[in-house]
């Protein structure tokens, strides 16, 4: 099978925001969803968005592995779910992400005139009463690597439990790095299995995970089975909602918004080839730092012959085998192995991947007075480097440290050979030898790495020819019969996809809850009442019999 996925080289990462920014105008610019970012920017250490989301033992997100070898929902299973259907323990509330607020501007131009200068008081988004301003989606950015917000990381508890001298908050031994996050589309998606009604689903043809917004009834166990928490809740709506990999732009061949607009140009959008037998038997392995290389093992070779004729026979086109060919997630995944899958312990086979910060290493050294550049230099400061190996291979490969290690000697001695090549030196064999390389494979790495252009980074099929007419930008992108896309319900606000009206909710129903100044519309005539959507406000026309007055003495009756 096929699957679309994603590199971030943190290296260049400067935490701008503008991906977050541009992704939030383009996909969650609307009510009911003003605490939701499809796309965020941590600072790590922190606690992250929503707070502690990593902390499984209390969200009970992902797979666990049982005893006799096969995978389990860590929330539980079926009968689980049937327990708790209609009151789900295991929830992020607001606070643990943070409740929006804007301002209130109206203040500062219809003040009277004073002696003190009127206030833009902030307001709740939700409430509309005023409120005190305490988190927000990456509050820890303001403390960067401090003790107040660092304490709180999940990822540092379990280091310094592990080796109590690895992380010190101290001023000079503090350190940070931005950590771009979207939705993994994971190969061995918890929140899909996590479903009671089936609305979340794994697209066939490049397995993005979407939501069904017909099938969703607002259960929320889907929130609870992500371990990455990146399925919310549209409290408007009643509906989930999460990041859609941007799938009506991937399939005109457009990268994701994210992608577009990062600054840094750090985000990589390819294709892998997979082998969809071996998912659960990879994701099965009985030692959790195994199940990064399983990962690995699970991605196939593009270019095996053997693999490119299975291709063919499961129905993957010819344009897609090419754009797996020349995919620079492949590269950088499996090729180079300098990128690294998130949480790979949670067994969830993520799919965004992430190529660790080595700048640290490069500026501590220069500012001791050695040359940050040099090999010798930089395969020493490793080890001792402000960010622990222990920190990242937490992040990455499970607690082990050894890849996260090799992958920074490559990222190390790809940084000397090519000084030398720049400088006009004779570039120096060696130093790839000393990094499990060649000299050949380091200039193709600095060459994806650092000056790929914009074809290089972004290698994105299109859709499959028979739907291509149907799939130009000025019309949207799933408007064909039967199309998978993950709103079927209406042209407005989230809706996206054939207007067929449904039994539940119609889009004008969509239309009139999106664009509506209150919660529900009571007004509304021969309304048909979906109680798993009724936000409890009021009483919605068409919940009770109509009532009518007596014609004998005046009275009310029914």
């Known amino acids: 099978m096929a699957q679309l996925a994603m590199v971030m080289n943190l290296d260049k990462c400067i935490g701008c925001h503008t991906c977050s920014v541009t992704c939030k105008q383009a996909w969650t610019n609307r009510s009911g969803v003003e605490y939701v970012w499809f796309n965020n920017v941590e600072t790590r250490p922190g606690q992250g968005y929503p707070r502690r989301y990593q902390d499984q033992d209390r969200w009970k997100g992902g797979w666990v592995r049982t005893k006799s070898g096969r995978l389990k929902l860590k929330a539980g299973g079926r009968f689980r779910k049937l327990l708790t259907i209609f009151a789900n323990p295991v929830l992020p509330n607001i606070r643990d992400y943070y409740e929006p607020w804007t301002y209130d501007y109206e203040n500062l131009t219809n003040a009277p005139l004073g002696d003190d200068f009127p206030v833009a008081q902030p307001k709740s988004l939700i409430s ?134 990062c600054v840094g140009r750090l985000r990589y959008i390819g294709l892998f080839l997979y082998d969809a037998d071996r998912v659960t038997e990879a994701a099965s392995v009985a030692d959790e730092k195994e199940l990064y290389a399983a990962q690995l093992d699970v991605l196939l070779d593009p270019n095996d012959p053997d693999v490119i004729a299975a291709a063919r026979r499961d129905g993957i086109a010819e344009d897609w085998i090419s754009a797996a060919q020349r995919s620079p997630v492949y590269a950088l995944a499996k090729d180079y192995r300098v990128a690294l899958p998130l949480h790979p312990e949670f067994r969830t086979m993520p799919m965004v991947w992430y190529v660790p910060p080595l700048s640290p290493v490069v500026d501590a050294l220069a500012e001791t007075g050695h040359d940050g550049e040099d090999v010798d230099n930089l395969f020493g400061a490793i080890d001792a480097m402000h960010i622990p190996i222990e920190y990242l291979a937490e992040l990455f490969t499970a607690g082990d440290p050894a890849p996260v290690r090799r992958v920074l000697q490559k990222l190390s001695a790809m940084r000397a050979y090519m000084r030398a090549i720049n400088l006009g030196d004779v570039p120096d064999e060696s130093i790839a030898t000393a990094a499990g390389s060649t000299g050949a494979e380091l200039a193709a790495l600095y060459r994806l790495l650092a000056i790929a252009k914009y074809d290089e980074r972004y290698v994105i099929p299109t859709a499959y020819e028979v739907e291509g007419r149907q799939l130009e930008e000025i019309g949207c992108s799933l408007d064909y019969d039967g199309g998978p896309g993950m709103y079927e319900s209406g042209p407005f606000g989230e809706a996206s996809g054939r207007p067929t009206p449904v039994s539940v909710e119609t889009f004008h129903a969509l239309k009139d809850r999106q664009t509506g100044d209150g919660i529900a519309d009571p007004e509304r005539k021969r309304t048909q009442i979906n109680l798993l959507n009724w936000d409890g406000q009021g009483m919605p026309t068409g919940i009770f019999p109509p009532r009518h007055r007596d014609s004998t003495d005046g009275r009310d009756g029914s």
């Open 128 to 261: 509309g009463e005023p409120m005190q301003v305490e988190w927000s989606a990456n509050w820890d950015d303001s403390l960067g690597g401090g003790a107040e917000v660092a304490d709180a990381d999940p990822i540092v508890e379990r280091v310094r439990k592990q080796a109590e001298d690895k992380i010190r908050l101290e001023y000079e031994r503090t350190f940070m790095f931005y950590l771009p996050r979207i939705c993994e589309h994971c190969l061995n998606p918890s929140c899909v299995a996590s479903c009671p009604s089936g609305a979340m689903y794994k697209r066939a043809e490049d397995g993005i995970v979407l939501v069904d917004q017909d099938r969703c009834r607002g259960w929320r166990m889907c929130v609870t089975g992500c371990p990455y928490k990146k399925v919310y809740f549209n409290h408007r709506t009643g509906k989930a909602e999460k990041c859609t990999f941007c799938y009506p732009r991937v399939e005109v061949g457009q990268p994701t918004v994210c992608s577009e607009t």
